[in-house]
């Protein structure tokens, strides 16, 4: 296992406090496939940080391996600290108290995360009681309380109510206000807006953006949509075929990407400012994280790539202006960010 430095993650962008999370090359197999590969980010107390990517790149899993949910047949090499804990040794019980209390994660589909024969305050009471955080008198009075800070407008009545009677959004508030209710410092959300419609999108995030002020929580917002991370994050962390390939401030990144794959990303989601009128999608496809082109992960996809792109591997580089960027050329490219 690697040993990991007292720095709050190698070179990443913005103040020198200690790193509340740091991982350093996390590697991650599924059934002998490398899905990860040296994966390596920090993030420190309070902070909101974007994880970006197309599909397939690896961030569930980078936020399932920090919540030590990956599938019984995996093998995680690197290391994973949360507040000084050496989480990939930490025994069972250390590891139940961490997830759902101090670090907890909010799920893509929150229908499917939610029981559906089960009041919703009774499963938020459950949580209360696992994690020991109140007795039984008290958790219900805390579950009304957080669902109210979620926003929901008769808290008491969304108590006793199923999902099957909530929309989308509700249940949505619901599954943030589980997640949160022992308050954590670390919430993981994976793709916490994609079921919802632009209007409830906007709600959830000022939501998530309101609630980490409150509760002087660190977000790791994982999402295929940039103006999501732009709207929330002060900070980005781009992946590529189960790698960081970026780590740059959210301003940074829109206006002067430093990564090939990063800037194509920026472009991608803003189709309606390319004044060509052309579409600025990516072409062509992921590369498989598990059989990987040789050299630069990506390319074969690069409209930069030089021969020694093909043969070299790029490592993930501190940037002059303190970002993190994994390409061989990055310090030659001008490339376009957003409406460029
Ligand atoms: N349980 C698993 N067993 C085998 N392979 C898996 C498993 N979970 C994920 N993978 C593979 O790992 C890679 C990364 O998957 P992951 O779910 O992390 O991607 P993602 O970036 O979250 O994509 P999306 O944006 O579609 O959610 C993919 O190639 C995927 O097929
Ligand atoms: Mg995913």
Known sequence: MATTSL?????????????????HDLTVSIGGDRLLSQVSLSIRSGELVGLVGESGSGKTL???????????????QGSIRFDGTDMLAADGERMRRIRGGEMSMIFQEPRASLHPSRPVGKQIV????????????????????????AGLPDPWRTMDAYTHQLSGGMCQ???????????????????????????IQAQVIALLRRLAREL????????????????LCSRVVTMYCGQVVDDDTAEHLLSSPRHPYASALVRASDVSLDH?????????????????????????????????????????????HGGRTRCLRSDELVLPGVGA
């Open 7 to 23: 720095d709050p993650g190698e070179g990443a962008p913005g103040g020198d406090a200690p790193a509340l999370l740091d991982v």
């Open 62 to 76: 980078t936020g399932l391996s920090l919540m030590g949910l990956l599938p019984a047949n995996s093998s995680v």
């Open 126 to 149: 459950d949580v209360i009681l696992a994690h020991g955080a109140a007795r039984a008198a008290d958790a219900r009075r805390q579950a009304a309380e957080m669902l109210g800070m």
């Open 173 to 199: 508030r619901v599954m943030i206000a589980m997640a949160l209710v022992c308050r954590p410092r670390l919430l993981v959300a994976d793709e916490p807006t994609t079921a919802l419609d632009v209007t």
């Open 216 to 231: 002087d929580l660190a977000v790791l917002l994982i999402t295929h949509n940039l103006g999501v991370v732009s709207a």
């Open 276 to 320: 060509t009128g052309e579409q600025s999608g990516i072409t062509g496809v992921p590369a498989s994280p598990s059989r990987p082109p040789r050299g630069c992960r990506f390319h074969p996809r690069c409209p930069y790539a030089e021969e020694r792109c093909t043969e070299e591997t790029p490592g993930l580089e501190p940037t002059r």
